[in-house]
């Protein structure tokens, strides 16, 4: 088992441009975290789906973010355009069960170090 | 609103010395918390957390209600154990996203 992996590993971009990220979760995981850490700053919640359903997307920052799972498997999150402050590492995680104490551990992928110049 | 604080970004100790890492937190309802941690090169993983009331790596950590904190210990720190540690309780809805400290980074010299 690959755990959660995530695609790219680096980006860098011009500001203006478009990036999209993706996440794939472990197979059977229903929910998938995003969060996004900016140097200095602590690690934030994004976004969380359950299967292809967002179930909270209050930590998006702004209307440039957008976010899918469709199907319910793996997720991209598309930042357009793309901004000097969007520059940050951007991890996602998943779980198998949500709500319920000791069955909802998320594991983490690598994250993906995005630039924005 | 939930929040975390971890005073310390860097704590440097020398190997075999005791180490405690510092997490307060404010919390509405009866609090979670756990500690993740990520190694160089590595990716983020829970360490532990208060409620399995265990001991990982040699690692534990008490909830104390009264001070409101969950401070990180550890009697006789290893190299292996520098890393960087969160603690991140996840919130208190069922989504359990978690909200996350500022993080330390644990130095622990030969």
């Known amino acids: 088992e690959a755990g959660v992996t995530q695609f790219p590993s680096h980006s860098v971009i011009e500001k203006g441009q478009t990036v999209t990220l993706r996440c794939d979760p472990i197979s059977g995981h229903d929910n998938l975290y995003w969060y996004r850490r900016v140097m200095g700053k602590e690690i934030k919640f994004l976004l969380h789906f359950v299967k292809e359903s967002k179930q909270d997307e209050s930590g998006m920052p702004n209307n440039r973010f957008l976010a899918e799972r469709t199907g319910g498997t793996y997720s991209t999150l598309k930042v357009q355009p793309a901004e000097l402050e969007d520059s940050g590492v951007y991890f996602c995680a998943s779980s198998q069960v949500s709500g319920r104490r000791l069955k909802d551990e998320q594991f983490f992928g690598p994250g993906t170090r995005l630039t924005v110049l | 609103a939930q929040r975390v604080t971890q005073p310390e970004k860097l704590l440097s100790v020398f190997k075999g010395a005791p180490v405690e890492l510092k997490c307060n937190y404010s919390y509405s309802g009866s609090p979670e918390l756990f500690w993740y941690v990520q190694y160089s090169r590595q990716r983020l993983q829970l360490l532990l957390r208060h409620i399995s009331r265990e001991s990982i790596k040699g690692f534990t950590a008490d909830l104390n209600k009264g001070e409101t904190s969950f401070h990180l210990k550890k009697p006789f720190a290893q190299e292996e154990d520098s890393a960087m540690y969160y603690c991140?309780?996840?919130?208190?809805?069922?989504?359990?996203?978690?909200?996350w400290g500022l993080g330390t980074s644990l130095a622990v010299n030969p």
């Open positions: 991140a309780p996840p919130n208190a809805g069922n989504n359990r996203k978690l909200i």
